[in-house]
Nanobody, 121 residues
């Protein structure tokens, strides 16, 4: 099995910063991408930042220039550095990973448990 464990959420004032981490462990042959999504109450889950293996990171327009996604491949860990936070960034943030578990096997999508980020005005 595969597990994604997130950390780093919390309460911060507008203009502040937070860094989220997500570590993947378990039966992993390769990771095709590690991404961050968020979901606010009453809204659909949306892609915040994507980090495809061998490709360039891409971001939602609402976070461009403020958030940075990065990955430590040796640790199977993805980070989301969030700067200049706004109250509209308040959401539960979810880590997502596209993982191949065996050579030549299919790609599976895994999700973390979510971490709450609250930005006060």
């Amino acid at each position: 099995q595969v597990q994604l464990v997130e950390s780093g959420g919390g309460l911060v004032q507008a203009g502040g910063s937070l860094r989220l981490s997500c570590a993947a462990s378990g039966n992993i042959f390769s990771i095709n991408a590690m991404n961050w999504y968020r979901q606010a109450p009453g809204k659909q889950r949306e892609l915040v930042a994507a980090n495809p293996s061998g490709g360039s990171a891409n971001y939602a327009d609402s976070v461009k220039g403020r958030f940075t996604i990065s990955r430590d491949s040796a640790k199977n860990t993805v980070y989301l550095q969030m700067n200049s936070l706004k109250p509209d960034d308040t959401s539960v943030y979810y880590c997502n990973a596209l993982i191949v578990r065996t050579i030549g096997g299919p790609v599976f999508s895994y999700w973390g448990q979510g971490t709450q980020v609250t930005v006060s005005s």
